[in-house]
Antibody, heavy 130, light 106 residues
Framework: QITLKESGPTLVKPTQTLTLTCTFS??????????VGWIRQPPGKALEWLAL???????RYSPSLRSRVTITKDTSKNQVVLTMTNMDPADTATYYC??????????????????????WGQGTLVTVSS | DIQMTQSPSSLSASVGDRVTITCRASQRMSTFLNWYQQKPGKAPKVLIY???NLQSGVPSRFSGSGSGTDFTLTINSLQPEDSATYYC?????????FGQGTRLEI
């Protein structure tokens, strides 16, 4: 059974750096194909994908946040860390981490494997305020 | 980036009704489309992956279809517990993108 849980501060001041940790179990980030992503959701708004890290340390970022976000992994601790610099009240949101599941053998296109986020962590609400 | 346009943004239906939610992508993406259900205060859960595959444990009244740019989530015989917000998500390439969500009121 795969589980993930986010941890970190619930309140940060504007301009500070946010560091969130996703601690997971039930899979290894050293296994080929595995990935963990971060997604956030401002109160009452839609989901926004932030970043993704793969088993081989390949990293992908949202272009709109690329200059502020860093994703790293600690395979030995089963953790993925998201850091976001220069926090602003507009960054107030619930932050989720999620396991990226692969659909090996499902129809798709050559060189691209079906994938989806399952499961998700419970989320952690981060408020940015002075 | 692939833009996902989801409609309607909200709808109200009755128990036993059939509802359809659509998602349109700004470029062709085969069947790399997933649907999630989110209830208030909870994390999203996948309902349908790869456009038409039902996640294990999800009731069979949920179904998905589509390919290319146009996708549909259909819920047959609505139940009270289906009241939630539904999101589509493209997984064709990064940056992954979500639709704006559809709030379903029963």
């Amino acid at each position: 059974q795969i589980t993930l849980k986010e941890s970190g501060p619930t309140l940060v001041k504007p301009t500070q750096t946010l560091t969130l940790t996703c601690t997971f179990s039930g899979f290894s980030l050293s296994t080929t194909g595995v990935g963990v992503g971060w997604i956030r959701q401002p109160p009452g708004k839609a989901l926004e994908w932030l970043a993704l890290i793969f088993w081989d340390d390949d990293k992908r970022y949202s272009p709109s946040l690329r200059s502020r976000v860093t994703i790293t992994k600690d395979t030995s601790k089963n953790q993925v860390v998201l850091t976001m610099t220069n926090m602003d009240p507009a960054d107030t949101a619930t932050y989720y981490c999620a396991h990226r599941r692969l659909g090996i053998g499902l129809p798709g296109v050559v060189g691209n494997t079906q994938n989806w986020f399952d499961p998700w962590g419970q989320g952690t609400l981060v408020t940015v305020s002075s | 980036d692939i833009q996902m346009t989801q409609s309607p943004s909200s709808l109200s239906a009755s128990v036993g009704d059939r509802v359809t939610i659509t998602c349109r992508a700004s470029q062709r993406m085969s069947t790399f489309l997933n649907w999630y259900q989110q209830k208030p205060g909870k994390a999203p859960k996948v309902l349908i992956y790869a456009a038409s595959n039902l996640q294990s444990g999800v009731p069979s009244r949920f179904s998905g279809s589509g390919s290319g740019t146009d996708f549909t989530l259909t819920i047959n015989s609505l139940q009270p517990e289906d009241s939630a917000t539904y999101y589509c998500q493209q997984s064709y390439n990064t940056p992954y993108t979500f639709g704006q969500g559809t709030r379903l009121e029963i």
